[in-house]
């Protein structure tokens, strides 16, 4: 019997994202144990030629769909699922794709499952890896009613270095028009940050800090490393304690300095994904399960307002 | 205006899942405590800030779980909102999204709600697949990650700003009936008023019970198996007083040269 799957393609004025690839790459994963058909959907208004590697393409092209909604996605994803009839759709954890994937798991009456990391095959069966209770425990998920609609963290799957053959590309001219959402409008706010792009030792707070006064040892922490800057993660900047142009994580920066020091930060996926790429990792954090603790090559399991103190006097011990 | 916002209760961060004994769910020591989602304690916010601007709209809270719940949804009225409904369900396992967003909408059905809130996610959890659940199944529009609303009340329609990745922005206006599932930054939660923590004291919660057989209805996803989570580092944990672990760290950071 045929089994399908459908990933989602992430597009950017009617381009291809390379996050695509990482979903391809987990379509594969899947493809391999129920010899699927593998089908890429790109909503969009679509002017120039395009294929995808490893995979069929199903365009969707409509004016209407010359920019990102919710709504116009639905649709879309929808009129794809009529051609495709897919077990699986696969769509990229990203702004876009939390934004309408619940929605279209629910009018297709099937499952969906948010934030997948990873995918366990054992015998005929497979589940699907997320995080939860805090980021303190892996759930791995059964499935029930197909189709299944999953969103894939970005980098979980990370796309093959190689290059697969492109399948076939098929255009439907589709009349999709948004019609409870209109006036949509992209702007960038300035979020120029460059002293965190260039940074070799981040400092970061997290809710931990508990206050603002707290930032001034954050502040003496950083100033102990050359080329070194301050951060935040979501919870310090919602506080008012770092300006959001300062806040690492899926929503922010994304960054990779050779030390990051995380300070009350618990790891939430959300800020794992901006920091997992620095050199050394050094979390300093007094609940012992901390998530972040996971993603540390150093671990301190203390209260800050008593080890911060503690390292400085170190420091100036050194310096003397 | 009538608005409705769900929240969820959530345990502390800090404390400790315990891993059940079929590896199936985890649970809480019983002096474990619960608040609410910091998203949809945002989200309350944001309705009550819009009542304040609106006059004659209405706040209510709903939320589903055990009796455990109720001291979220008190708070929710601590903070102005004007009534509480409790779905009520003697269980801590796990409820799939997929369920809870057909017990609300079954909810919702008679409420004539001109604008439904809730947190972007829950803290604990992080689906976040309730609110846009809900949304469809009432078949109304739906934003997440909405860091600023406002209400067009005479056109019928609300105006929103959603945050993107990597901090960009898109707005846009909605057609009434609508969902937002609001992010975090987009508010300060207030503080309930004595006068507002006086009120709640009298106001009663409206509990609706559930039948767990209704839970079983619909076949969704199932947690097969929970372990503790693995690492990506190898890292170390240093031992020791705190002076100790700081001339270790100080040790470690110089010889790798970062000091």
């Known amino acids: 019997m045929s089994h399908s799957i459908m990933i989602m393609c992430e597009q950017s004025e009617g381009r291809i994202l390379a996050v695509t690839d990482e979903l391809i790459a987990c379509a594969t994963q899947i493809a391999d144990h129920y010899d699927s058909r593998l089908t890429a959907v790109l909503p969009g208004l679509i002017t120039e030629p395009c294929s995808i590697s490893g995979a069929d393409l199903l365009v969707i092209n409509s004016p209407g769909l010359a920019q990102y909604t919710c709504e116009g996605w639905e649709k879309a994803a929808l009129l794809a699922t009529e051609q495709i009839k897919p077990k699986i759709i696969i769509i990229a954890h990203t702004s876009t794709g939390y934004d309408y994937a619940p929605r279209l798991a629910a009018l297709l009456e099937g499952c969906c499952l948010t934030s997948v990391s990873g995918i366990e095959i054992t015998g005929d069966s497979i589940s699907y890896r997320r995080s939860g209770f805090h980021g303190k425990l892996d759930l791995l998920y059964g499935v029930g009613k197909a189709p299944l609609v999953i969103t894939v963290l970005p980098g979980a799957f990370p796309a093959p270095d190689w290059q697969a053959e492109p399948g076939i590309t098929r255009i439907i001219d589709a009349d999709i028009k948004p019609k409870l959402t209109s006036h949509v409008q992209f702007s960038i706010p300035d979020q120029s940050n460059t002293e965190l792009d260039h940074a070799e030792v981040i400092v970061a707070a997290g809710k931990g800090i508990g206050q603002a006064e707290n930032l001034l040892m954050i502040r003496d922490m950083a100033s102990c490393f050359k080329r070194s800057a301050i951060a935040g993660s979501r919870v310090a900047c919602d506080n008012g304690w770092i300006e959001y142009n300062a806040q690492v994580g899926l929503t922010g920066k994304k960054v990779s300095p050779l030390l990051y020091v995380a300070c009350g930060i618990s790891g939430s996926a959300q800020h794992i994904s901006g920091m997992k790429d620095s050199k050394t990792v050094v979390s300093i954090n007094r609940d012992p399960e901390a998530a972040i603790f996971r993603y540390s090559d150093i671990c301190i399991v203390e209260d800050l307002e008593k080890f911060i103190p503690a390292f400085l006097q170190e420091a100036k011990k050194h310096q003397s | ?259």
């Not at chain 2, 969820?8 to 002096?31: C, F, H, L």
């Not at chain 2, 959603?162 to 909605?174: K, N, T």
Request: proline content about 4%.
């Open chain 2, 1 to 259: 205006m009538r608005i409705l916002t769900c929240i969820k209760q959530v345990p502390d961060p800090e404390s400790r899942p315990m891993i059940n004994q079929e590896k199936t769910w985890a649970e809480y020591g019983e002096y474990t405590s619960y608040w609410i989602n910091r998203y949809d304690e945002h989200a309350v916010e944001e309705a009550l800030r819009i009542r304040e601007m609106i006059p004659g709209t209405t706040v209510d809270i709903v939320s589903i779980g055990p009796e455990r719940i109720k001291s979220a949804i008190r708070r929710c009225l601590e903070m102005g909102a004007d009534r509480g409904f409790h779905l009520f369900i003697d269980s801590e396992d796990y409820l799939s999204p997929s369920i809870k967003s057909r017990l609300i909408a079954e909810f919702c059905h008679d409420m004539k709600y001109d604008l439904i809130l809730t947190g972007v996610m829950s803290e604990d959890m992080m689906s976040g697949q309730t609110g846009p659940m809900l949304a469809a199944r009432l078949g109304i529009p739906s934003a997440t990650s909405v860091m600023k609303l406002s209400v067009n009340g005479l056109e019928g329609s609300i105006q929103v700003e959603r945050e993107l990745d990597s901090g960009h922005r898109c707005s846009m206006d909605l057609t009434l009936p609508a969902l937002v599932g609001v992010q975090s930054g987009i508010n300060r939660p207030r503080y309930p008023s004595l006068s507002n923590v006086m009120r709640a004291k009298n106001t009663e919660i409206i509990q609706i019970r559930l039948e767990n057989s209704l839970l079983k209805v619909v076949s969704c996803e199932t947690v097969e198996k929970i372990q503790e989570a693995g690492s990506d580092r190898a890292g170390i944990r240093l031992a020791g007083t705190t002076a100790e672990k700081a001339a270790v760290l100080w040790r470690m950071l110089r010889e790798k040269s970062l000091l």
